[in-house]
């Protein structure tokens, strides 16, 4: 008769291939959790880096007399403006916009409207003004909408500027940015 097994209370010894096999998956595991808590190393790009509207599509005008204001869009690389979605606007009404003379586009066949007239770098337009104040200030409103050649566009944009205009025989007024670069300490 044989005798009954007893147990000191350590586990068995295990064959050499299980102790790998074990070890194998704990390492595993190990990486798993470090991936999860994003501690393994650079993640894959979760697509384009885009700049912010206001930087894509800085804005900024000027009055060049109480006649005529100019208006500014300097378009960064990779992205452009849409020519028909752009729109104008000043306040007092009484001050009158007229027309604004848009330079010719790029007609490119867009994604997401068809064949449109579009724009890439600076941008020049000159906005009439019927019954400007010398010496005056009017507010400028301007819509306008533009997207990212990686296939992202941007919702409608709108901003206000509020332009002096020069007095009777002074020249320009200085350029107004719609979104001033933003104080540090360092500058």
Same mark, same amino acid.
């Given at each position: 008769?044989?005798?009954?097994?007893?147990?000191?209370?350590?586990?068995?010894?295990?064959?050499?291939?299980?102790? #790998?096999?074990?070890?194998?998956?704990?390492?595993?595991? &190990?990486?798993?959790?470090?991936?999860?808590?994003?501690?393994?190393?650079?993640?894959?790009?979760?697509?384009?880096?885009?700049?912010?509207?206001?930087?894509?599509?800085?804005?900024?005008?000027?009055? !060049?007399?109480?006649?005529?204001?100019? &208006?500014?869009?300097?378009?960064?690389? =990779?992205?452009?403006?849409?020519?028909?979605?752009?729109?104008?606007?000043?306040?007092?009404?009484?001050?009158?916009?007229?027309?604004?003379? !848009?330079?010719?586009?790029?007609? &490119?066949?867009?994604?997401?409207?068809?064949?449109?007239?579009?724009?890439?770098?600076?941008?020049? &337009? #000159?906005?009439?003004?019927?019954?400007?104040?010398?010496?005056?200030?009017?507010? !400028?409103?301007?819509?306008?909408?533009?997207?990212?050649?990686? =296939?992202?566009?941007?919702?409608?944009?709108?901003? #206000?500027?509020?332009?002096?205009?020069?007095?009777?025989?002074?020249?320009?007024?200085?350029?107004?940015?719609?979104?001033?670069?933003?104080?540090?300490?360092?500058?």
């Amino acid at each position: 008769m044989g005798c009954p097994s007893t147990s000191t209370g350590s586990t068995r010894r295990r064959a050499p291939a299980d102790r #790998r096999a074990t070890l194998a998956r704990r390492i595993a595991g &190990i990486g798993a959790l470090l991936t999860a808590l994003g501690l393994a190393g650079p993640a894959p790009a979760a697509g384009p880096k885009l700049l912010p509207a206001d930087q894509a599509f800085r804005l900024s005008a000027r009055a !060049l007399d109480a006649k005529t204001l100019e &208006i500014r869009f300097d378009v960064a690389d =990779g992205y452009y403006l849409y020519r028909d979605k752009l729109k104008f606007g000043v306040e007092p009404a009484a001050a009158g916009a007229g027309t604004p003379t !848009l330079p010719p586009g790029a007609v &490119i066949e867009d994604e997401f409207f068809g064949r449109v007239s579009t724009y890439r770098g600076p941008v020049v &337009i #000159r906005l009439p003004l019927a019954a400007g104040q010398p010496g005056g200030s009017v507010s !400028l409103e301007v819509d306008s909408q533009g997207c990212a050649d990686a =296939g992202v566009c941007y919702p409608p944009q709108q901003q #206000r500027l509020t332009l002096p205009l020069p007095p009777a025989g002074a020249g320009p007024s200085a350029p107004v940015d719609a979104s001033p670069p933003k104080k540090t300490y360092f500058n």
